[in-house]
């Protein structure tokens, strides 16, 4: 599976973005896909998930303002960002795994396959 993330900018504080997330692949309806942030010096942190079927979880510090969503049919996974803020700033990228994979779904390690990042920048 090959991921390309894209979507990514400069937005001032408040405002929104949409992150797209494409992937190649028959099977994609049957993977979990899941959004992930790192800000420099900072680790990789989970942002949300949505299971293969359906399901969403999200970090508490987006939960209100991100929504995860996907359109199998196009093979894709979209992170809608509202009331963006400063620290929000990170490069994002999307991640998937396969229904027969096992690992935590809040962890990096979870994931085996990612896309190359997407910058988000949020000026105050």
């Known amino acids: 599976v090959q991921l390309q993330a894209s979507g990514g900018g400069l937005v001032q504080a408040g405002g929104s973005l949409r992150l797209t997330c494409t992937a190649s692949?028959?099977?994609?309806?049957?993977?979990?896909m899941a959004w992930f942030r790192q800000a420099p010096g900072k680790e990789r942190e989970f942002v949300a998930f949505k299971l293969w079927s359906g399901n969403t979880y999200y970090a508490d510090s987006v939960k209100g303002r991100f929504t995860i969503s996907r359109d199998n049919a196009e093979n894709t996974v979209y992170l809608q960002m509202n009331s963006l803020k400063p620290e929000d700033s990170a490069v994002y990228y999307c991640?998937?795994?396969?229904?027969?994979?096992?690992?935590?779904?809040?962890?990096?390690?979870?994931?085996?396959?990612w896309g190359q990042g997407t910058q988000v920048t949020v000026s105050s």
């Open positions: 692949g028959r099977t994609f309806s049957t993977y979990t």
């Open positions: 991640a998937a795994r396969d229904q027969y994979y096992r690992g935590i779904y809040y962890l990096p390690s979870g994931y085996s396959y």
